[in-house]
Nanobody
Framework: QVQLVESGGGLAQPGGALRLPCSAS????????MGWFRQAPGKEREFVAA????????YYADSVKGRFAISRDNAKNTLYLQMNSLKPEDTAVYLC????????????????WGQGTQVTVSS
């Protein structure tokens, strides 16, 4: 079965940095576009970043563009989200997700979700 497990969350000060890994099980990781989402208290879940199966193409929400970087290591079946210049508004539960396509496509079905990891940005 496919499982996604995020880690690396925790407390950070404004301007700080965190790196979130998402470890994936199964044989289909390298052929699947992946993404990161987040949900803050009292707000709807929002898209953060996506990456194609090969890692060649990436796409970011405007709110994190220039600060966050999505990457993957297919040999290790691991997805990453590097978060720099953190702001209090980045506070949320961050979840990784697997899609049913190789390319970045908004209409793609999310086939698997991770359990989420809490990121809190506060002084």
């Amino acid at each position: 079965q496919v499982q996604l497990v995020e880690s690396g969350g925790g407390l950070a000060q404004p301007g700080g940095a965190l790196r979130l890994p998402c470890s994936a099980s199964g044989r289909t990781f390298s052929s699947s576009a992946m993404g990161w989402f987040r949900q803050a208290p009292g707000k709807e879940r929002e898209f953060v970043a996506a990456i194609s199966s090969s890692g060649v193409s990436t796409y970011y929400a405007d709110s994190v563009k220039g600060r966050f970087a999505i990457s993957r290591d297919n040999a290790k079946n691991t997805l990453y989200l590097q978060m720099n210049s953190l702001k209090p508004e980045d506070t949320a539960v961050y979840l990784c997700a697997k899609t049913n396509s190789r390319t970045i496509a908004p209409a793609s079905t999310i086939t698997n979700w991770g359990q989420g990891t809490q990121v809190t940005v506060s002084s």
